[in-house]
């Protein structure tokens, strides 16, 4: 592995920058990688080689010519496999969207390549992310690239095993109930669940809609802040954005980096976060770091949130009813293939229920 290919998001922008480093030097070194481990961890469903270099080629001679670039571009990155990608194939890792190239491209997709960023391919994932573990995958487990005996979390496993196997610097992942958190934490990289509305999900194949939302998984967390300031943002095509401006994330994060008095920082801790249900382990960790926070200066505050006890119920009432609606157009005759019944009546229902 070359080992460039260890250094964070922004510290390889640094040295395209600096001509230490080019896009297509760098996408080919991902794509070598890839090629290396996909076999094994199975993290990547579909690859578009020729696209990353072309943009590849492309950036840097812009980039040559003395062109105004932004600061992420260059970089490759992954997409899970639920972000509709303009003549790539986009699945969902499941059968019934098998051969799908969509005509348009998601608000984020459209954003990354106007920003310059080599696209590599679509990630593992557990189908339609319905799933914690990216075991239920029509293209097969994704394997922990720590230790392939173990899940890489989920549903979006492969857009965090892809990071923190190195083959690329920045990923996308979505997240409904946990899918970018907990293959975060499951792989030791950074993933983020934005607020609800700060990324537009124009182009996210749904799951529930009201709970899904894009958001960045990296190595760093200046990495991620650096990545949701290029995909946030208000977009006409999605109701639900917010209609504000995107913060300063990374210069937030810069501040802080690095120092040991956070004095000025100020962290909510809700109060209902602990208690029965949870992992002693994690209750400790979690403890631990506040504790940490709050004796290098950080100002802690206690925040009361007695709704917290019906959010679980609350979820899987609203979840699987808003999966089902989303789900209903998958029915062999709108969308996906289409498969006919061997035998009886050609019905809307009889090709329903052979497709399915």
Same mark, same amino acid.
């Given at each position: 592995?070359?080992?460039?290919l260890?250094?964070?998001?922004?510290q390889?922008a640094?040295?395209?920058?600096?001509g230490?480093?080019?896009?297509?030097? &760098?996408t080919?070194?991902?794509?070598?990688?890839?090629?290396?481990l996909?076999?094994?961890?199975? %993290?990547? %469903?579909?690859?578009?080689?020729?696209g990353?270099?072309?943009?590849?080629?492309? %950036?840097d001679?812009?980039?040559?010519g003395?062109?105004? +670039?932004?600061?992420?571009?260059?970089?490759p990155?992954?997409?899970k496999?639920?972000?509709?990608?303009?003549?790539?194939e986009? #699945?969902?890792?499941?059968k019934?969207?098998?051969?799908?190239?969509?005509?348009?491209d998601?608000?984020?997709?459209s954003?990354?390549?106007?920003?310059?960023?080599?696209? @590599?391919?679509?990630?593992?994932m557990?189908?339609?992310?319905?799933?914690?573990?990216?075991?239920?995958?029509?293209?097969?487990?994704?394997?922990?690239?720590?230790?392939?005996?173990? @899940?890489?979390?989920?549903?979006?496993?492969?857009?965090?095993?892809?990071?923190?196997?190195?083959?690329?610097? &920045?990923?996308?992942?979505s997240?409904?109930?946990?899918?970018?958190?907990?293959?975060?934490?499951?792989?030791?990289?950074?993933?983020?669940k934005? =607020? $609800?509305?700060?990324?537009?999900?124009?182009?996210l194949?749904?799951?529930?809609?009201? +709970?899904?939302?894009?958001?960045? %998984? =990296?190595?760093?967390?200046a990495?991620?802040?650096?990545?949701?300031?290029?995909?946030?943002g208000?977009?006409?095509?999605?109701?639900?954005?917010?209609?504000?401006?995107?913060?300063?994330?990374?210069?937030?994060?810069?501040?802080?980096?690095?120092?040991?008095?956070?004095?000025?920082?100020?962290?909510?801790?809700?109060?209902?976060?602990?208690?029965?249900? $949870?992992?002693?382990?994690?209750?400790?960790?979690?403890?631990? =770091?506040?504790a940490? +926070?709050?004796?290098?200066?950080?100002?802690?505050?206690?925040?009361?949130?007695?709704?917290?006890?019906?959010?679980?119920?609350?979820?899987?009432?609203?979840?699987?009813?808003?999966?089902?609606?989303?789900?209903?157009?998958?029915?062999?005759?709108?969308?996906?293939?289409?498969?006919?019944p061997?035998?009886?009546?050609?019905t809307?229902? #009889?090709?329903?229920?052979?497709?399915?």
């Amino acid at each position: 592995m070359e080992d460039f290919l260890k250094l964070s998001a922004l510290q390889l922008a640094e040295k395209l920058r600096a001509g230490e480093l080019t896009s297509e030097q &760098l996408t080919q070194a991902c794509l070598d990688r890839i090629e290396q481990l996909n076999p094994s961890l199975n %993290v990547f %469903v579909h690859l578009d080689p020729e696209g990353a270099l072309e943009t590849a080629r492309r %950036v840097d001679k812009a980039r040559q010519g003395g062109e105004e +670039l932004h600061p992420l571009a260059g970089l490759p990155i992954a997409l899970k496999d639920n972000m509709v990608t303009r003549g790539q194939e986009t #699945t969902c890792c499941s059968k019934i969207l098998a051969g799908w190239k969509p005509p348009y491209d998601a608000t984020v997709v459209s954003k990354i390549k106007d920003a310059g960023l080599p696209i @590599i391919g679509k990630t593992n994932m557990d189908e339609f992310a319905m799933g914690s573990s990216t075991e239920h995958s029509a293209f097969g487990p994704t394997h922990n690239p720590w230790d392939p005996s173990r @899940i890489p979390g989920g549903s979006g496993g492969g857009s965090a095993a892809a990071v923190a196997s190195f083959m690329v610097p &920045l990923a996308l992942g979505s997240d409904t109930g946990g899918s970018i958190r907990q293959p975060g934490a499951v792989t030791g990289t950074v993933g983020a669940k934005p =607020t $609800y509305g700060a990324v537009s999900r124009y182009g996210l194949v749904a799951m529930a809609s009201s +709970l899904d939302q894009i958001g960045p %998984v =990296t190595r760093t967390v200046a990495d991620a802040a650096a990545l949701q300031e290029l995909v946030g943002g208000h977009d006409p095509f999605d109701s639900t954005s917010l209609d504000e401006p995107v913060p300063a994330l990374l210069e937030a994060v810069q501040e802080y980096q690095g120092k040991t008095d956070l004095s000025g920082l100020r962290l909510g801790v809700v109060k209902q976060g602990g208690g029965d249900g $949870y992992e002693e382990d994690v209750t400790r960790t979690f403890n631990d =770091t506040v504790a940490a +926070l709050k004796e290098r200066g950080a100002t802690i505050t206690e925040i009361d949130m007695p709704s917290f006890k019906d959010a679980l119920a609350a979820y899987y009432l609203i979840m699987p009813a808003e999966v089902s609606s989303n789900m209903a157009r998958f029915d062999g005759i709108r969308f996906g293939i289409r498969v006919e019944p061997t035998s009886g009546p050609v019905t809307a229902e #009889t090709v329903m229920a052979a497709t399915r």
